[in-house]
């Protein structure tokens, strides 16, 4: 593992436009409070309290650093995905009738944020910042904006290697910007490959519990041909008459998830004991939806499944035990048989 990251205070810099006279009659000096990093943090802090308790707990056990760049990198994914699908903080879906225009908005903020401009908008300015002090590569930040126009597009998968694809446009790049923000060399591809399968652990975790929600707002990411397997008429999904069968692929889903999950903890030998200790607690709360949904797949169609703050508490003194004992650990279990990202 390298120190991948800088540290630094410094001010954003300034879009052009931003140091032409200033349209706003409060003046610059505010415009520059508004945009600093402490501002951008205490911003991303708000956003990942409000969008996921697993993760902002989980993110509490890095050290200060690591955790204020984590923050950063989740306020940006959590304004794309709100900005795509029409939601605030994860809440309801809705339906967006201008969904390329709104691709277009992220596609130009993210490159501008990328670029070392100011945007103005503090998710993405705050990308900006933890892109340049921790050399994070543009083409992971920009394969998730793929996954963005993918769902823009209207597609879905066909095959299960479409389904993982997929989730490794939304979630495993996520891992890999996660794991350099951690300080992984972007050259240890052993490494970074196991980040990405516990990001596509993840994803899949959460197909398996929303199965329901997406076929209620006329999404489905299970595959195509998943579906004629099992003779599960695409528009009629929910009808009673089908629980059962849904059920069985939410179990299928449940179990793909473990597989990534146990892989990606063997990465964790490559972190400092802080930055694993929270990615094995993050591993443990969030696998517990892939396995509350296998343990009880009828249910999960219909309601959210969620789990206790008591075992989130619970996930966080098992993973302290875990990290210090992960440089005991037999080599990780080979990957023959997960997706590999290209």
Known sequence: MTEGCRPTERMIPFHRSLREPSPWPWGEDFIALLLSRPALVAHARESIARGSKSFAMASTLFD??????????????????????????????????????????????????????????????????????????????????????????????????????????????????????????????????????????????NIARDIGEDAAAGRCYLPARWLEETGIPRDAMLDPLWRPSLAALARRLSTMAERYEASARHGTRALNWRSAWAVLAAAGIYGDIARAVGMHAEEAIGRRVTTSRAAKIGWIARAAWQASRRQAWQAGPPRDGLWTRE
Not at 76 to 105: F, P
């Open 64 to 205: 200060r650093a690591t955790r204020e760049r984590a923050w950063l990198l989740y306020a940006w994914c959590r304004k794309c995905d709100d900005l795509a699908d029409g939601q605030d903080h994860g809440g309801a879906l809705t339906a967006v009738e201008d969904a390329q225009a709104r691709l277009a908005h992220i596609r130009v903020l993210t490159l501008a944020a990328l670029a070392g401009e100011t945007t103005g908008d503090p998710a993405f300015d705050g990308l900006g910042v933890v892109a340049a002090e921790c050399r994070i590569p543009h083409r992971f930040a920009l394969d998730l904006v793929d996954g963005f126009a993918l769902d823009a597009e209207g597609w879905r998968p066909r095959s299960e290697d479409d389904l993982l694809r997929y989730c490794y446009h939304v979630a495993g790049a996520v891992g890999l910007m996660m794991a350099v923000v951690m300080g992984v060399d972007t050259g240890d591809e052993e490494t970074l490959d196991r980040a990405c399968d516990l990001g596509i652990a993840f994803q899949l975790a």
